[in-house]
Antibody
Framework: EVQLVESGGGLVQPGGSLRLSCAASGFTFSRYSMNWVRQAPGKGLEWLSYIRSSGGSIDYADSVKGRFTISRDNAKNSLYLQMNSLRAEDTAVYYC??????????????WGKGTTVTVSS | DIQMTQSPSSVSASVGDRVTITCRASQGISSWLAWYQQKPGKVPKLLIYAASSLQSGVPSRFSGSGSGTDFTLTISSLEPEDFATYYCQQATSFPLTFGGGTKVEIK
C-alpha cells in the first residue's frame, strides 16, 4: 500500500523550532518529487515547499522562505521539513504529498494524514 | 504568482443534482490544473489532474474541463458521499497555488 506518514508536530512557543518527518512506503520514494502543504484551522490549502526526486531542485512559498528548510533522505525513504522562527500563523495541519508521476504537472496524488503544529505561548 | 479563484464559495444541492464548480487562473496555465476533494477532518483526495484526466478509482460522475484560464469541475449526479469541499490547484509553476475552495452542502 502506498503510504505517507507524517510525524514531529506538537506545541511550540513562538520563535521556536520543529522538525517534521514524512515516512514513505509502498513505492520507490527516490523516483518521486515531494511537497509540503499546510492547512490552518478552518482555512484552505497552502503549498509550502517542493523538492525534486533527486533533491537537486527546491522551492518555497514566500510565507516560509528563509524560515523553513525542506530535505529528503532517499536511503531512508523520508522527507523532512525543518521549521524555525515559528509564528502563531504557522499553526496548521502539515501534510506531505507526493507529486504525481508523468509530465502532467505538479499535482499531488498521495497525501499523508497530516501532523498538527500549534504555535502558542 | 498565479492566483486561483473558485466560484461559488459554497453551493447547496440535493442528491442527484448536477453541480458545476468553476476555477479561474490569473494567467494562462494551459491544462496544468488539478481538482481535490476534502471531507471534514479528512485528507485531500486527488480527483482530476491535467484539467480533465480522472484519477484512478475516482467515480466517472466527476469530470473536469477547460484550458488556459477557465476550468470547471462537474459532478453529474450528486451522491451523499460527495458533500465536501473542493479545491482547484494550478500545477504549472511555483509557488503552487490553490483556489479558496467550494463547499458543497446538502440542500
Amino acid at each position: 500500500e502506498v503510504q505517507l506518514v507524517e510525524s514531529g508536530g506538537g506545541l511550540v512557543q513562538p520563535g521556536g523550532s520543529l522538525r517534521l518527518s514524512c515516512a514513505a512506503s509502498g513505492f520507490t520514494f527516490s523516483r518521486y518529487s515531494m511537497n509540503w502543504v499546510r492547512q490552518a484551522p478552518g482555512k484552505g490549502l497552502e503549498w509550502l515547499s517542493y523538492i525534486r526526486s533527486s533533491g537537486g531542485s527546491i522551492d518555497y512559498a514566500d510565507s516560509v522562505k528563509g524560515r523553513f528548510t525542506i530535505s529528503r533522505d532517499n536511503a531512508k525513504n523520508s522527507l523532512y521539513l525543518q521549521m524555525n522562527s515559528l509564528r502563531a500563523e504557522d499553526t496548521a495541519v502539515y501534510y506531505c504529498a507526493r507529486v504525481g508521476p508523468g509530465t502532467s504537472g505538479y499535482y499531488m496524488d498521495v497525501w499523508g494524514k497530516g501532523t498538527t503544529v500549534t504555535v502558542s505561548s | 504568482d498565479i492566483q486561483m479563484t473558485q466560484s461559488p464559495s459554497s453551493v447547496s444541492a440535493s442528491v442527484g443534482d448536477r453541480v458545476t464548480i468553476t476555477c479561474r487562473a490569473s494567467q494562462g496555465i494551459s491544462s496544468w490544473l488539478a481538482w481535490y476533494q476534502q471531507k471534514p477532518g479528512k485528507v485531500p483526495k486527488l480527483l482530476i489532474y491535467a484539467a480533465s484526466s480522472l484519477q484512478s478509482g475516482v467515480p466517472s460522475r466527476f469530470s473536469g474541463s477547460g484550458s488556459g484560464t477557465d476550468f470547471t469541475l462537474t459532478i453529474s449526479s450528486l451522491e451523499p458521499e460527495d458533500f465536501a469541499t473542493y479545491y482547484c490547484q494550478q500545477a504549472t509553476s511555483f509557488p503552487l497555488t490553490f483556489g479558496g475552495g467550494t463547499k458543497v452542502e446538502i440542500k
